[in-house]
Every structure is written in C-alpha cells, then in structure tokens.
C-alpha cells in the first residue's frame, strides 16, 4: 500500500510561480540577446523611440519580427510603450545595461553567453549520462563572443581602478 504525502498547498503554488518566472526569464534573455545582436536596443538608444515599422526601417529586420520583439520587450519591462502613438522607447536607464557596449553593467554579451551554451544541450546531456564533457568546438562560437563581450566591460572598467589596488602585493 502506498501512502501519499500531504503537501503543502501554498509553498506548492509558490514554486510552480517561481518555475514559470525562471521559463519567462529564459525567453526574455533569448528575446533580448536577438536584439542586441541584432542591433535593436542600440538603434533605440541612439535614435530614439519608434513604431514597429520605423524600428524595422532603421534595422533592416522585418516589420513583423520588430513588432513581436517590440511587444515582447515591452511586456517584459525592458521597453516602455505608448499606446496612443505606437511607439516603444528604451528608457535612459535602462541604456547602459542593454546598449552600451563594453559598460560595467552592459549584459549583451552575458545573454549571448547564455544563448550559445544552450546549443549542445544533447551532448551535455549524453555527457552527464558516461562522463567525459563537451568538447569547446561543440558550443557555438557565440558562446566565446558573448563572454568576451560581457566581462569585457569589467577589464575596462574594473581593472585599474578596483581590481589591482586591492592587490597591493601584485
């Protein structure tokens, strides 16, 4: 006979919210590293708010996939939109995170980073069943280009002036 375990409702529900949270999370990374590939928080950082059809004209991306990653940004809190002109904006602080390359705070190349170790996942999972690994050519070189780009922006920023005077002996 088996017996069942009582749960606790509310740390059960609790978790399913933090679950969905994290798989959100994941889409938002993966929307927001096609727009800094892509150059989409830049050209918002530089030119100002626009329509869908503007983004896409300054882009060169197709209308439809601006106006999906527009509405995806937004909803996310990554943009602010104004519904009365249609246009998204890319808020002053949100800048330094999203379009300004080599920052201290800049997470393009973080969520690149990310990106890019999700390709081999097969292997990885075939790795965690016999041992051995993931060898480096198996990740897309997006992986590497993303954390050169992401802890870029420490080295610049970081190294002088923190890094090294708190290493008085180096």
Known sequence: MTTQQMI???KADAFVGKVLADTAALAVTVMSSIGDRLGLFKNLAQQGSATSAELAERTHVNERYARE???AMASAGYLEYDQATCRFT???EHVPVLAQEGGPVFFGGVQEEMVGLIGPVNQLMQAFR???GVP???YDPS???GLTRFTNGWFENLLVPVWLPAMPEV
């Open 8 to 10: 606790d409702q509310a």
């Open 69 to 71: 990653w527009l509405g």
């Open 90 to 92: 890319l808020p002053p």
């Open 130 to 132: 016999s041992g051995g």
């Open 136 to 138: 480096m050519e198996a």
């Open 143 to 145: 992986t590497w280009e």
